[in-house]
């Protein structure tokens, strides 16, 4: 139903979208997730044709819908959008809202008008409101009739701007339920969304952008349990980190220390933690310091929100696979130490570097 080639756009000097490409069926669920600044809304704020691409060609239905001889208005018909801020006309009540459009648009009666927008809102669960005002409702009804008055025009797909992202956390659930609803009923619909779970479990595809590009998609499954590329990787798992270089033995470990709790502090970890790691991080370069006169050490500090693990790599060309191999150690030895506080211990050698994993 939507086919997108080489769409580019740019505001000023500000490339916002470059070269996009994609395709979507009909039926098709499709959630596009990324950093915030990406060009997600752009994106689709393109397709509906609220901004003019600077580049590239969009279809809908096989009409190319930037010729200047395509009727927009009856391409929007078909094509609604709900977007973050809701946009409802404060002056008219919730029945109003929804009837406005059709009578004026597709020349329904008032009746008929009337009589399908009060089905819509029994299937959104907003019946009761059909009479209020958005200023009567809170922010998850308001979304609702939103959505709502999408499908009083009965629209073939729905585009979806962050539609939970100005709502208090107890009211995204019943939003996000009228959506799954949608999809079970096979709308066309493509979302712009944060909420992860949600886009695991309700799309077909998954895009994710990242820099103006379509930087990797695949099914809910690839992306969110094997992602091919490190940045869709780091953003499922909400991977967080510092790193440190230290390229001699005359390290700022005071410095360090204070970098490493203030990462915790960020982080929320707890104090137990932040103790650890420190205890982990002094150990860690008294086994390392013999090397420090002829090679660096790499350290990076991660904290993967979504598997709830704290992870520290050391790189180096200095190879302490001897050491590790160790099993009897004096128990205040170094190594003896850090394997009393981690998880698992993990060291590879390589061609160029060495690799230490440890993770808490």
């Known amino acids: 139903m939507i086919k997108v080639e080489h769409l580019s756009k740019n505001f000023g000097n500000l490339v916002v ?5 994609f395709e979507i069926s009909e039926g098709e669920v499709i959630s596009i997730i990324g950093p915030s600044g990406t060009g997600k809304s752009t994106l689709l704020r393109c397709i509906n044709l609220l901004e003019r691409p600077s580049a590239g060609s969009i279809s809908i239905d096989g009409v190319d819908i930037l010729d200047s001889r395509t009727d927009v208005p009856k391409i929007r018909q078909k094509m609604n959008m709900v977007f973050q801020s809701f946009n409802l006309f404060t002056h008219l009540s919730v029945i ?12 329904k009666s008032k009746k008929d008008a009337e009589h399908k927008a009060l089905n819509i809102l029994a299937m959104v669960g907003l019946a009761e409101k059909a009479y209020n005002y958005p200023d009567e409702l809170s922010g998850g009804q308001k979304q609702r009739v939103a959505i709502a008055r999408c499908l009083a025009m009965d629209p073939e ?33 493509v979302i712009v969304t944060h909420e992860m779970d949600f886009a695991r479990d309700v799309s077909n595809r998954v895009m994710y952008m990242d820099e103006g590009v379509i930087y990797e998609e695949g099914s ?22 510092i790193n440190f270089h230290i390229a001699s033995p005359a390290y700022d470990l005071c410095t360090m220390n204070i970098e490493i709790d203030a990462f915790c502090e960020k982080q929320i970890l707890p104090l137990k933690i932040r103790r650890n790691l420190l205890t982990i991080f002094q150990n860690l370069l008294d086994i390392y ?21 704290v992870e520290l790599v050391c790189e180096s060309t200095g190879d302490i ?4 191999e160790k099993n009897s150690l004096p128990d205040d030895s170094p190594l003896s130490i850090i394997r009393g506080l981690t998880q698992n211990i993990d060291y590879r050698r390589g061609v160029d570097k060495n690799t230490l994993t440890l993770v808490l």
């Open 157 to 189: 797909i729905i585009l979806f701007d962050e539609p939970t992202s100005s709502l208090d956390p107890t009211m995204v659930s019943e939003v996000l339920s009228v959506i799954r609803r949608l999809a079970k009923e096979g709308m066309t619909m």
């Open 220 to 241: 809910p499954e690839q992306i969110f349990e094997n992602p091919k590329k490190e940045k869709t990787r780091s953003f499922i798992n909400r991977i967080r980190g």
């Open 289 to 309: 310091s013999p090397f420090l006169f002829a090679t660096h050490l790499d350290v990076t500090l991660s904290y993967s929100e979504k598997k709830q693990r």
């Open 96 to 107: 109003e809202n929804l009837t406005i459009a059709p009578i004026k648009l597709l020349g």
């Open 17 to 21: 979208l470059k070269n996009v490409n």
């Open 321 to 324: 696979s001897d050491l590790l």
